[in-house]
């Protein structure tokens, strides 16, 4: 068995364990896993490597009130540590709630695992999740690359996702830290991050975008122009044909992305400017093309 095909069904073997550890309590038709045992919150740590960094108040304060209410519903799935200590792989946020509530002890599944799969698990576990910020997904995906010599494809196939989904993600880290800040926060969608993520000038972009609450489309109008300058600056092109032209419009109208005909003598070339890969990907679809 080669390594990639090892690693793909690590990653299904993953997603399976963490489905039967932490389905989310309103799941339909599945009832909430049985605890091990129940062991003092103050027992257990958070895990350093855990991907999500940031935790929205107000749901950690609802969550808080249930848990008080209700006791925790689902268990919390930890690994030993020795001397009757144990670490969080899943359910941070239901420990956070917990201590919040009050809670003395706290029910637990125990998983025996290593460093390496305890962190594959966090990771998995999170990203499936939705609610997971763009930027700590992000981060999560480049943990396991980097430390686990993941590929995007081993990711995609991993976590149910695409591999042009997966690349999107990680050019956020190549933003200024001020922009994934406001990535992290909210203020940003991951659409206006990758819309700027490969301008001249992202910070102050995406300072336009917050200041006069521009749509992702407006966003990617706005990256379209950064690149314009540059190109104005070069000599000026022979002036075109009105047929020329003419095809011009129809095919950037057709396919939605800015197409340039360059003709002279019977010969020349077509260009066609996509922003993202997910605009190549569906450029490939139209051409009926595999990539």
């Known amino acids: 068995m080669n390594e990639d095909t090892s690693k793909r069904r690590l990653g299904r ?8 550890m932490d389905q989310p309590p309103d799941a339909p038709n599945t009832p909430a896993p049985a605890s091990d045992k ?24 609802d969550l808080s009130r249930s848990i008080a209410q209700h006791g925790i519903v689902q268990p919390v799935v930890v690994r030993p540590t ?15 709630a917990a201590q919040r509530s009050g809670l003395a002890e706290i029910p637990v599944i125990i998983r025996d695992v290593d460093d390496r799969t305890a962190l594959e698990i966090a990771i998995v576990e999170n990203v499936q999740r939705t609610d997971l ?7 999560g995906y480049d943990q396991l690359i980097a430390e686990h010599g993941y590929t995007q494809n ?11 989904h997966v690349a999107n993600s990680l050019r956020l880290l190549k933003l200024p830290e001020s922009v994934r800040d406001m990535l992290a926060l909210g203020k940003l969608t991951a659409g206006h991050a990758r819309a700027i993520a490969s301008t001249s000038d992202p910070e102050k972009l995406a300072n336009m975008i917050v200041a006069r609450g521009l749509s992702v489309r407006d966003a990617e109008r706005l990256a379209q122009k950064d690149g314009e300058p540059a190109q104005n600056a070069r000599a000026k092109p022979a002036e075109k044909d009105a047929d020329t032209l003419a095809l011009q419009k129809m ?8 197409v340039t005909i360059a003709h002279k003598d019977h010969r020349g070339y077509m260009k066609i400017d996509y922003r993202s890969l997910e605009q190549l990907d569906e450029l490939c679809r139209l051409l009926n093309v595999a990539r």
Not at 44 to 57: G, I, K, M, T
Not at 154 to 164: H, P, Y
Not at 251 to 258: C, I, V, W
């Open 251 to 258: 095919l950037t109208d057709t396919l939605g992305l800015n």
């Open 133 to 139: 910020n763009p930027l700590d997904e992000a981060l």
């Open 82 to 96: 020795g001397e009757g200590r144990y670490e969080i792989i899943a359910g941070e946020r239901r420990w956070r």
């Open 13 to 20: 073997g993953l997603a399976a364990l963490i489905g039967e």
């Open 154 to 164: 081993d990711l995609g196939d991993i976590i149910g996702k695409s591999r042009s």
């Open 38 to 61: 129940v062991v003092p919150i103050e027992f257990v740590n958070r895990n350093p490597n855990n991907p999500r960094r940031q935790f929205d108040e107000t749901e950690l304060q």
